[in-house]
Structures are given as structure tokens and as C-alpha cells.
């Protein structure tokens, strides 16, 4: 079958108040709200049905986090839970909203299905501090050795799989092209089926695998051999900057732009033939590129006689090239092919001071609402007394274009508007109820949307009454969702720079992750924050964010994925300010700044 052609895998971790339970984000041992400790699923009605599950609304467990109520209740991996005592879960009650009736120490009755199975088993809730000290995962993970094929064309539930060499797949005799449908007795709908069978494997277990060949059924065994673990060194600067460069000399090629890739279905409505280009969203002051003229949604394509394709990306091509090379760039700008002449200089140092000065960018005053799907533009949500208020947008409505540059994701509106100083023009072109509207104003700072007083960004508050700064972190107070408007920004050099000096974390400035629909909006239902987005490739997937004064406070490890992701994040708990979202698939990454501002 193919996983994702009528599968949405809409992935939600099943949690209290946090959207992953995980270690690292717990810091208040007093909260008493229940907590189970599982990683879950929110499954599809086709895929429920496929399963045999009648209530298409429960959690099917993907993982059990160790010292928890549902470790030591005995919960394992493809449990599918559909209630608790009396309540059961339905189209307005998910599991995570029954928990929520419960306290720490408090007894209950799960209902779930194991194995075709309905039991129950009795838990008693714990605390989110239970999974706090245990040790990390061992270095040796299974490996069975497969990736999606490239032709998943069968309509039978399981995964098609192409068979990687050397691998315990191999050993069992697995081929290209076989349908895996079940691991161990489970059965596999899709490849998040795939990895949580997989998860619960040691190595040197026997491992027995179903699979369809020719259309025959058949079944293999084997010890499951380990994943080796190699230190991973991430080069992501698209425009082939290295910063794991530790070279005096510096002399690799530097043009200066930060940029991103583009997924097939983006560059295809942007009508660029060529999906494997770099779309520029900055241009750093004083490069090559900033000398040679480029701009934001550049999209290049090209360097000399080299041109970007599935096996050479831009990085790839500029690593050809020295300090002093000239070349000739080949880009598209707003449609039209063109070219410029490049001289490449060497990089600066990365010595950047930390700039928490909102009155010199520029803020529109959007955030990003809730986005219908196969709609063309990004709805937004208005800040009171801002530069959109003022044009007379108003909450719903779709922006599909600033200032000439077509917008198609929150990520098009970010570099629109990064582009932009106080004070210069803004032009939008947005629909509302199907209406095309324009509308132009010159665009204020954040200051200037807001009294004297009421300045807060980033973690820091201004004492304007005295004249001075008032630093503050992050996390010392709580906030109401409705409170507080959300974007998602590209991430800063100099905050990235600084989160490597102060906390060793690295946010790369450029991303290389082809990610849709980016969003992040508030659930006022849940006090929390909705998450979304699309992967169009497949991959080894994980999610982190980290809040202003580098703590982890989400962790989410996806083993092999691909397609829609959706989740509850609980970054409230942490107050307004600056926190950053890291996105991994492979080699490849996408990282954001998320700014929290108080309305």
C-alpha cells in the first residue's frame, strides 16, 4: 500500500499539559495533575478500521516512557486505549482530556485493545517528574535495514520496503519490493507501525517478519543486529558555508545568503521547473551575494555550467569554489530567469552581538491562525494598534501576497517581511470570503505597536517608568494562550551563534528540510499550542524545541516518518519570549525561532 497516498498520520503524543513527556521538561515537582507516560498515535478512520477498531477515536501506544504509571502497569507498544473507567474516548473527548480528570495518586481502569483483544488494566496515575533521572537510551539500536521503495503501488495494507545491504533484512532473505505486514505479530498498517515495532525489539532478539511476495504470504526469522552509531556532523548552511570549518585559512567559498529548499508541490506553484534550487530568505550585509545584488525569494538554480539536481544541491556545487573564484549565478526572479556575476569572499567571523532592540525591525502584528487545507496563502490572526490592523486586515483573513512576492507559507511571510525596515511600505494582497483585497501602509516596529510599559519580547521586559532594561528569563510565569500572539520566524545568526556559545545547541541559521504547511497556532481548548506540518520525504524524524534560556522542554523521536504531523506542545508553561524549534530528518534540518509577545 501506499503509506501516505490515504493515510494521514496524525501523530499526537498522549500527555497532561505537556505534549511530550519526557524528562528534560519537567521542572515543577508540585504540579499534581496526572500523568500516564506514553507516546501515542491518533490514528485515521481508515486506518482504525483497518485495525479492527470500532472506536476510531482512541490512542494507539507507539512507546512507553520508563518509571511511569503505564510502564509499571504493564502498557506496551500497539495498545490501543479507548477509555478510562467509565468515560470512553470520542469525537470531542481524546484521551488526553479523560486523564485530565485525574490527579497524581489517583486509581483508574484502562480499556484498550491488545492484539485483537479488549482488556483492562488497572494504574495508578503518577507525576510528571517520575520519568526524571532515568538513564538514556543504550547506543546499540536495532536495525532491521529497510526504506520505503519507491513504488508503493499496492492497495494491501503493510509497507513496501526496499532492502539496504549487510543488514539483519538481508540475512532473512527480504527483497526489494516485499510487503511487510506484520513484526512479531503485529500488524503493520504504515511505516509509524514499522518503527514502533522496531523500538520494542533488543538487540540479538529473534525478530519473525510477514510479508507478501508475488502475491504469496510468507514469514522469515532472524536475531536482530544493531543500527551502528556514528557521530554525525551536520553541514547545513545551503550556500556552503561550513561551520564545522576550523581551518585558519577559511578558504572555501562563501556567498552569503541564507536560504531553503523547497518541496516539488511549492516549487511547482511557484513554476519553478527545477525543484532542487535554493530559495533565498536573506541576504547577509556585505558578502558576495549582497555585492552581486541578490535578494530575498531569489531562487537559485545554478552556478556556471553546474545546475542543482537530486544528487547536487547549492552547498554541494559552491564547495567547487575558492575565496576570490568569480562565477556566474544562475537565479529566477519573480518568474524571470537571470544571471549575475559572483565574487566569493571569505566568510566573517562568527562574532555577533546579542540584538533585542524591537524597536529597529519591522512588525506587521500577525500571527499565524488556523489553516484550512488546499488554501492558497497563509490566514492570520491581527494584533491590536499594529501595521495590519491599521491596513484593516482582520482575523481569517488569507494573505497570498507581499509586495509582489507571492505567499504560499508562513515561512514566504517571514522573509517578506525581514526584508523590510521601519518605516518602508508595506503591500499585502489578501481574500477575504473569496474577496481579493490590497492594502498599504508603511510598517511600524514592535515598539511602536505598543504603549510605553507594555514592551515584552524575547524574555526581557522594559522598565521604561526608570529608563533601564530589566532582564528576565523565560519560564518564571505561566500565560493564557488567548493572551499572547505566536510566529514562527527564521532563525537569527545572532541567536544562533549564542545558543552555541552559552548551551552548546546548535540551530543552524539556513535550513535543507523541505517542510509544507508549516504552522503553529493556539488550542484555547487544551491551554496549549497546536503544531503541524508536512514531510514530503521519509526519513529518520525528530522534533525538539528549546526555550530562551536553553533548556529542552520537547523531545519527540518519530523513528522513520513521512507525511502530516500533528501535536499539542506546552510552551506556555514557560511564559512569553523566545523559543526555538528544531526539526531533523536524516542529515537534513529545519529550524525556527518561535516568538511568544503578550497582546
Not at 581551518?247 to 511549492?266: H, V
Not at 533601564?468 to 500565560?479: H, L, V
Request: proline fraction near 2%; include cysteine.
Amino acid at each position: 500500500m501506499r503509506h501516505l497516498s490515504f493515510l494521514t498520520l496524525t501523530l499526537l503524543l498522549l500527555q497532561t499539559h505537556v505534549a511530550l513527556a519526557q524528562q528534560h521538561a519537567w521542572t515543577n515537582s508540585n504540579d499534581k495533575t496526572a500523568f500516564l507516560g506514553i507516546n501515542s498515535e491518533q490514528l485515521s478512520a481508515e486506518k482504525a478500521k483497518l485495525l479492527g477498531f470500532e472506536n476510531k477515536y482512541g490512542s494507539y501506544v507507539t512507546g512507553i516512557i520508563a518509571n511511569t504509571a503505564a510502564d509499571k502497569a504493564g502498557l506496551l507498544p500497539f495498545d490501543y486505549i479507548y477509555g478510562i473507567d467509565n468515560f470512553r474516548t470520542d469525537e470531542d473527548r481524546s484521551l488526553t482530556s479523560i486523564i485530565r480528570k485525574y490527579r497524581t495518586g489517583d486509581k483508574g481502569t484502562l480499556h484498550l485493545i491488545r492484539k485483537g483483544k479488549q482488556i483492562t488494566i488497572d494504574v495508578v496515575f503518577g507525576n510528571r517528574n517520575d520519568s526524571e533521572g532515568q538513564e538514556k537510551k543504550e547506543k546499540e539500536e536495532v536495525f532491521l535495514g529497510v526504506s520505503p521503495h519507491e513504488d508503493e503501488s499496492s492497495d494491501e495494507a503493510g509497507v513496501m520496503v526496499t532492502v539496504i545491504g549487510k543488514s539483519t533484512a538481508e540475512e532473512m532473505g527480504l527483497k526489494d519490493g516485499d510487503l511487510i505486514t506484520a513484526i512479531n505479530g503485529y500488524a503493520l498498517v504504515d511505516w509509524q507501525d514499522l518503527s514502533t515495532a522496531i523500538r520494542t525489539l533488543k538487540v540479538g532478539e529473534k525478530i519473525t517478519v510477514e510479508y507478501q511476495r508475488d502475491g504469496k504470504t510468507a514469514k522469515a526469522e532472524q536475531k536482530a543486529k544493531a543500527r551502528e552509531i556514528k557521530e554525525k556532523t551536520y553541514t547545513i548552511i545551503t550556500d556552503g558555508w561550513d561551520w564545522n570549518d576550523k581551518s585558519e585559512s577559511g578558504n572555501s567559498a562563501f556567498l552569503g545568503i541564507n536560504s531553503t529548499s523547497i518541496s516539488t508541490e511549492k516549487a511547482k506553484k511557484l513554476g519553478f521547473d527545477n525543484p532542487y534550487g535554493s530559495y533565498v530568505t536573506k541576504v547577509i550585509d556585505n558578502t558576495a551575494a549582497a555585492k552581486a545584488g541578490l535578494q530575498p525569494f531569489d531562487y537559485v538554480v545554478g552556478v556556471n555550467d553546474s545546475r542543482v539536481d537530486k544528487n547536487q544541491n547549492l552547498t554541494d556545487i559552491l564547495r567547487k569554489f575558492k575565496t576570490g573564484d568569480e562565477a556566474t549565478l544562475h537565479f529566477i526572479r519573480q518568474g524571470k530567469a537571470q544571471s549575475t556575476k559572483v565574487t566569493f569572499v571569505k566568510r566573517p567571523d562568527q562574532e555577533f552581538e546579542w540584538n533585542t532592540d524591537e524597536c529597529k525591525k519591522p512588525f506587521f502584528g500577525i500571527s499565524q491562525s488556523h489553516q484550512p487545507e488546499d488554501q492558497q496563502g497563509v490566514a492570520v490572526t491581527i494584533v491590536e494598534n499594529s501595521t495590519a490592523a491599521d491596513m484593516g486586515l482582520q482575523d481569517g483573513d488569507v494573505i497570498t501576497a507581499i509586495n509582489s512576492y507571492a505567499i504560499l507559507d508562513w515561512e514566504d511571510i517571514t522573509t517578506a517581511i525581514n526584508a523590510l525596515k521601519v518605516g518602508d511600505n508595506i503591500q499585502v494582497t489578501y481574500t477575504r470570503k473569496g474577496e481579493k483585497t490590497n492594502g498599504s501602509k508603511p510598517i511600524k516596529s514592535y515598539c511602536d505597536t505598543k504603549k510605553e510599559g507594555e514592551w515584552n519580547w524575547g524574555g526581557f521586559k522594559i522598565r521604561t517608568d526608570e529608563g533601564e532594561d530589566e532582564e528576565s528569563d523565560a519560564g518564571s510565569e505561566r500565560i493564557n494562550v488567548d493572551q499572547v500572539n505566536v510566529a514562527l520566524q527564521d532563525m537569527p545568526e545572532e541567536e544562533s551563534t549564542q545558543l552555541k556559545q552559552r548551551y552548546g545547541i546548535d540551530m543552524p541559521v539556513s535550513s535543507n528540510l523541505a517542510v509544507e504547511n508549516l504552522q503553529l497556532h493556539p488550542n484555547t481548548s487544551m491551554g496549549m499550542f497546536k503544531l503541524q506540518f508536512k514531510l514530503p520525504s521519509s526519513g529518520e524524524t525528530s522534533i525538539r524545541v528549546f526555550n530562551g534560556a536553553g533548556r529542552l522542554i520537547y523531545d519527540y523521536d518519530l523513528g522513520m516518518f513521512s507525511g502530516d504531523f500533528s501535536d499539542e506542545i506546552d510552551i506556555s508553561q514557560n511564559g512569553a519570549g523566545n523559543y526555538y524549534l528544531d526539526i531533523r530528518q536524516g542529515d537534513k534540518r529545519l529550524s525556527k525561532k518561535i516568538l511568544l509577545q503578550s497582546k
